[in-house]
């Protein structure tokens, strides 16, 4: 009919509004997984900041100074990485707000051309003699019909036409405010990006110094990382080997755990909460992950971690992770104790604690406090060991603890 042109325009101007939404939905979720990941990045920062920053000794060694600002200066990477996708996928939503824009001006200019050319039309046919003329003038009763038809359509569309426009302008409002604070989030994070920029510019001429000091006495440091290597081995075969006594006593002929039906259920309930077992501190940062890996400043170490390191406050309490039996409690080098917790065929171990206030045989539940953790007190860290065992092999924490 002669109004279906006119309609075309009307639904042009819908889909491009619906592709805008659409668009952005679909930014939505990519744009809030940055945030959420910058938002962590920042809080791991300040993280590092207060746990391996915040005490200052001169006794720090310049190992300990420069492995810190490695993990700084990469975690500052790591955020500035995702900044600069935030930074892109804004650069890419205002370019697109701004041709959605213009088009949306285009096609209001047209529904606004369109809808005065129906009102002066209408108006030089706007009396009850000039629309009964036009009815009563046809040449029969279909025509007629017809007629009165499309005349109470045309009534219609143009009442949804000035919807239409009314609509329209108030979606060009939206996208236009829309658009100004994308701009002004851009803004911001190009703030942020150059203040981290300078950090990590700053942080590594400090590194690069420190590094130097150490080339010219990496065999003193290669030393006493290979000391603490071997250390690390006799504690973790005396603690195997409290494993080992334990499945002898549990079973005089196997190599695993004989397990009580309790005990069954137990390792079973244990195994079901892989990936969503607490943390074995209230606050904590990873700052050695599990497995063989090249040490962070002396490259020619290499580190065999069988468990993962946790810096945490000074006075923290080291906490179970699971329901569980203290199956052991063992001294390490330095005046310090490991805790052993059974859990079925399983076994988590705290090493580093000052003061253990259980006792072997104590039945616990999950996140009930064990002991203190040690602060070093050259370095001024605070430092948990965790270890996680089924039966005598170590398995990875951080596929069992939750966000490890």
Do not use: C
């Not at 945490?312 to 409690?329: M, Q």
């Amino acid at each position: 009919m002669i109004f279906n042109k006119k309609y075309s325009v009307v639904l042009k101007a819908f889909f491009i509004a619906l592709l805008l939404l659409f668009s952005t939905a679909t930014q939505a979720q990519t744009k809030k997984e940055l945030e959420l990941k910058r938002r962590q990045l920042k809080k791991e920062i300040r993280q590092i900041n207060r746990l391996l920053f915040k005490t200052k000794t001169k006794e720090k060694s310049l190992l300990s100074q420069v492995t810190d600002l490695d993990r700084r200066i990469k975690t500052r990477a790591k955020l500035l990485s995702t900044i600069n996708l935030e930074t892109s996928l804004l650069t890419s939503e205002i370019t697109d707000n701004e041709l959605k824009i213009k088009q949306l001006e285009k096609s209001l200019q047209q529904l606004k051309a369109d809808y005065a050319a129906m009102i002066v039309k209408s108006y030089k046919s706007k009396s009850k003699e000039s629309r009964m003329l036009f009815v009563v003038s046809s040449s029969n009763f279909t025509q007629a019909y017809n007629r009165l038809k499309y005349m109470k359509q045309y009534t219609v569309y143009r009442r949804r036409q000035g919807e239409e426009i009314s609509l329209q302008t108030q979606n060009l409002k939206q996208f236009n405010t829309a658009l100004q604070f994308k701009k002004a989030s851009k803004d911001t994070l190009l703030i942020e990006t150059q203040k981290e920029q300078d950090s990590i510019k700053i942080e590594k001429v400090n590194q690069k110094k420190l590094i130097a000091k150490i080339k010219r006495r990496e065999k003193k440091y290669l030393t006493e990382i290979r000391k603490k290597q071997k250390e690390d081995r006799n504690l973790n075969r005396k603690i195997k080997k409290l494993i080992r006594d334990a499945i002898a006593a549990s079973n005089k002929t196997g190599s695993v755990f004989k397990l009580t039906a309790e005990a069954k259920l137990l390792a079973a309930e244990f195994t079901a909460n892989k990936g969503k077992l607490p943390w074995p501190v209230a606050k904590g940062l990873v700052v050695l992950g599990y497995g063989t890996q090249r040490h962070p400043v002396v490259k020619t170490a290499t580190i065999q971690s069988n468990g993962v390191r946790i810096a945490t406050e000074k006075g923290a309490y080291a906490r179970t992770v699971f329901n569980g039996k203290v199956l052991a409690i063992q001294l390490i080098p330095g005046g310090q104790k490991a805790v052993l917790i059974q859990h079925g065929n399983y076994i988590s171990v705290y090493k580093n604690l000052d003061v253990v206030i259980v006792s072997k045989g104590q039945m616990l539940s999950t996140k009930q406090n064990i002991g203190t953790v040690h602060t070093d007190k050259s370095t001024g860290k605070t430092i948990l060991a965790f270890v996680l065992f089924k039966e005598v092999k170590t398995v990875n924490p951080a596929l069992w603890i939750y966000k490890m």
